[in-house]
T-cell receptor
Framework: GNSVTQMEGPVTLSEEAFLTINCTYT??????LFWYVQYPGEGLQLLLKATKADDKGSNKGFEATYRKETTSFHLEKGSVQVSDSAVYFCATASENTGNQFYFGTGTSLTVIP | KAGVTQTPRYLIKTRGQQVTLSCSPI?????VSWYQQTPGQGLQFLFE???????NKGNFPGRFSGRQFSNSRSEMNVSTLELGDSALYLC??????????FGPGTRLTVT
């Protein structure tokens, strides 16, 4: 089946720092890729997605590009804010696996003022 | 559109008891998936229901079961609760596109 490996946390950054959270995947076929964010005490929210190679997903200043050659979908943000403190999950889903989602282990981000 | 709702939000049960959790998907969504989230194991897929049929199943013992009703609402049942079942149980619904939309979760504590 598919799998996702993402950067271990926790990650602590100062406000306005640059963020990268690495995510690589293994999958058959042509999976869709997602980043979800979970704020304390809440469920997961879809942050961005990409459905084919070279697609760039973006939302709220976050970006990730679907790189088929490196099987990666790294999350980036140019200038993080305290409000970005949360846990970030990379995920993949494809028709080959019955559309089942596979999530990474999550990366905890804390942004300090 | 209203989001995914889960009830109850918090639950405390005793070892050996059983529990039923409920999930109402976004209107029009026919797929409902359930996940268990714990600090040690992360997000683990339990099962997915689509049009009242279980379509996918994760690697959990038979004590974990679910069902889906004709209005797409879903319930998850855990029988003979164990301490290790303490977790946040998340439900997610999906429409015609790939992305899943999650509810706020039910926090189950087993004592």
């Amino acid at each position: 089946g598919n799998s996702v490996t993402q950067m271990e946390g926790p990650v602590t950054l100062s406000e306005e720092a640059f963020l990268t959270i690495n995510c690589t995947y293994t999958a058959t076929g042509y999976p869709s890729l997602f980043w979800y964010v979970q704020y304390p005490g809440e469920g997961l929210q879809l942050l961005l997605k990409a459905t084919k190679a070279d697609d760039k997903g973006s939302n709220k200043g976050f970006e990730a590009t679907y790189r088929k050659e490196t099987t990666s979908f790294h999350l980036e943000k140019g200038s993080v804010q305290v409000s970005d403190s949360a846990v970030y999950f990379c995920a993949t889903a494809s028709e080959n696996t019955g559309n089942q989602f596979y999530f990474g282990t999550g990366t905890s981000l804390t942004v300090i003022p | 559109k209203a989001g995914v709702t889960q009830t109850p939000r918090y639950l405390i049960k005793t070892r050996g008891q059983q529990v039923t959790l409920s999930c109402s998907p976004i209107s029009g969504h026919r797929s409902v998936s359930w996940y268990q989230q714990t600090p040690g194991q992360g997000l683990q897929f339990l099962f997915e229901y689509f049009s009242e049929t279980q379509r996918n199943k994760g690697n959990f013992p038979g004590r974990f079961s679910g069902r889906q009703f004709s209005n797409s609402r879903s319930e998850m049942n855990v029988s003979t609760l164990e301490l290790g079942d303490s977790a946040l149980y998340l439900c997610a619904s999906r429409g015609s596109s790939y992305e899943q939309y999650f509810g706020p979760g039910t926090r189950l504590t087993v004592t």
